[in-house]
């Protein structure tokens, strides 16, 4: 994690409000045409954007990331029904994200009020920062997308958002939580199959990827269910279901395998070169780290 850490500044300082000019802004953005996102000294969004916040003086208190992060990824009361998931994944967070004024008001050009409030706190008003959840956020907030490189490069661009949120998980969960990529797995995967992204707890498979650099992205997301063991989800199976997700390039969906050979869609397809869903696959993974522990806990204790 100290090395993605390293990636997460350096990859935050190249891309810093400087995304790819592609559309307008409160649409399919990435970056706004004729718009500035640059910042002043005094921490203000330039004259060029519609919105402007003024931050006052501030002193960060000590931070509270290990008490906000058991509740931003505490288990659900139960497990939510396959039907529900879609609306579960996208629920707002229990507790709010602390961000840079910077960030939030260059978010304001791309994402309405009410969803920003709703997602977060700006460090710069309540005096409080995570030390390592926010910088992580802030940098899959703004990355570029990777376009005309290698599939394992792609996966570069696919971790910063997969470990801001599950590597930050993988901290304080109060449980043995590894993440794996292109490897082995015993517990639900066929031998000699290995997922591309998996996360385990206790050793039991409870989340996986299957990433590609271009394609359909649900064909690529059959790999899913191809790699399975029969009978490792559904009533008899180690856990109810299994969440997973398939790229292809930037384009992400999320899967939920209920049975043998079978799954439903728990989200759309997402567009990381939108911002508007990139804040939305930030969501749906904190609420996987909740289904996730759920899953696990209602078969294991």
Not at 31 to 48: F, I, Q, R, W, Y
Not at 102 to 120: H, N, V
Not at 143 to 163: A, H, K, P, S
């Amino acid at each position: 994690m100290d090395r993605l850490d390293d990636i997460s500044r350096k990859l935050s300082q190249l891309a810093l409000h400087n995304l790819d000019d592609k559309d307008t802004p409160k649409r399919d953005t990435l970056a706004p045409k004729n718009k500035k996102h640059t910042d002043s000294e005094d921490g203000t969004l330039s004259d060029d954007s519609e919105k402007t916040h003024v931050g006052p003086s501030y002193r960060i208190v000590e931070p509270k990331e290990k008490e906000m992060c058991s509740v931003l990824f505490s288990p659900l009361s139960n497990i939510p029904n396959r039907e529900e998931l879609s609306t579960i994944l996208l629920q707002k967070p229990e507790i709010k994200i602390p961000i840079h004024l910077s960030t939030y008001s260059w978010l304001q050009t791309y994402i309405d009020d009410d969803k920003l409030e709703d997602m977060f706190d700006i460090v710069e008003k309540v005096g409080n920062i995570c030390p390592k959840l926010t910088p992580r956020v802030e940098t899959a907030l703004q990355v570029n997308v990777f376009n005309d490189v290698t599939e394992g490069m792609q996966q570069c661009f696919i971790d910063v958002f997969l470990m801001g949120i599950v590597g930050t998980a993988q901290e304080y969960l109060e449980m043995d939580t590894k993440i794996n990529r292109n490897a082995n797995e015993l517990s639900m995967t066929k031998s000699k199959c290995r997922p591309d992204y998996l996360l385990m707890l206790n050793g039991q498979l409870v989340f996986k990827g299957e990433e590609k650099k271009a394609g359909d992205v649900r064909r690529i997301a059959l790999e899913l269910v191809d790699k399975m063991i029969p009978g490792s989800v559904g009533k008899d199976g180690k856990l109810d279901y299994l969440l997973g997700y398939a790229t292809a390039g930037s384009r992400v969906l999320f899967e939920c395998i209920y049975a043998d050979r079978k799954m439903s869609e728990c989200s759309d397809i997402l567009n990381l070169e939108r911002v508007a869903d990139r804040v939305s696959l930030l969501i749906i993974m904190i609420n996987v780290v909740r289904v996730a522990c759920t899953l696990y806990k209602a078969k294991n204790q």
